[in-house]
């Protein structure tokens, strides 16, 4: 399984400071993805960083991606309340079946108090 | 917001009862999907399609079916409701890139089902 699994499982910080997430996987893939799900809700993709990629940014998202280590990072700066929410690590890799598919892990559960 | 849909958002129901689940999307996606998410856990693909008439069964096995007759519409069935089935339910789209992978899926709301 290239089953991709989130570090923490639970955070919470104060309104304003830095939110780091990270994430693991065990083969080989084509793109990692990191999406948002508010409570109760269906998940909002956050960004997609491609295995020949190492960084990217998306406004206050920075994403690492370190193919060596199979892991990857998710960096919130300058939190707000509203980024509340759970996010997950979505790994693209070639299934059983020879076709791509997304393996999600477990997610971190992001807490920012006001 | 993406523009997919899913019916009903919360259903109750009596052990041994058929439901069907509702999905629909409005991108023109030619491949959909069905996940299910326990609280607090990951998501677990039960079902996909790759386009109209085309359904294959996911990583984790499940006792629902799906039907693909419309682009747009990806319902899954229950023919009897257990306990045991009682999860979330998340349905997903996403736009076929040619000899690529996936790229990114959007997500309905989901429905919740709790079986009595």
């Known amino acids: 399984s290239q089953q991709g699994e989130e570090d923490p499982q639970a955070l919470s910080i104060q309104e304003g400071e830095n939110a780091t997430m990270n994430c693991s996987y065990k083969t080989s893939i084509n793109n990692l993805q990191w999406y948002r799900q508010n409570s109760g809700r269906g998940l909002v993709h956050l960004i997609l960083i491609r295995s020949n990629e190492r960084e990217k940014h998306s406004g206050r998202l920075r994403v690492t991606l370190d193919t060596s280590k199979k892991s990857s990072s998710l960096l919130i700066t300058a939190s707000r309340a509203a980024d509340t929410a759970s996010y997950f690590c979505a790994t693209a890799g070639l299934s059983g079946a020879g076709s791509y598919q997304l393996t999600f892990g477990k997610g971190t559960k992001l807490s920012v108090i006001p | 917001e993406a523009d997919i849909y899913q019916t009903p958002r919360y259903l109750v129901i009596g052990t041994g009862k058929k439901i069907t689940l509702e999905c629909s999307q409005t991108m023109g996606h030619d491949k959909m999907y069905w996940y299910q998410q326990d609280p607090g856990m990951e998501l677990h693909l039960i079902h996909y399609?790759?386009?109209?008439?085309?359904?294959e069964k996911g990583d984790l096995s499940s006792e629902s079916t799906v039907s693909r007759i419309r682009t747009e519409h990806f319902p899954l069935t229950l023919e009897s409701a257990r306990p045991s089935h009682t999860s979330q339910y998340l349905c997903?789209?996403?736009?076929?890139?040619?000899?690529?992978?996936?790229?990114?899926?959007?997500f309905g709301p989901g429905t919740r089902l709790l079986v009595l």
């Open positions: 399609s790759y386009g109209v008439n085309s359904t």
């Open positions: 997903a789209s996403s736009e076929s890139v040619l000899g690529g992978p996936q790229e990114t899926q959007y």
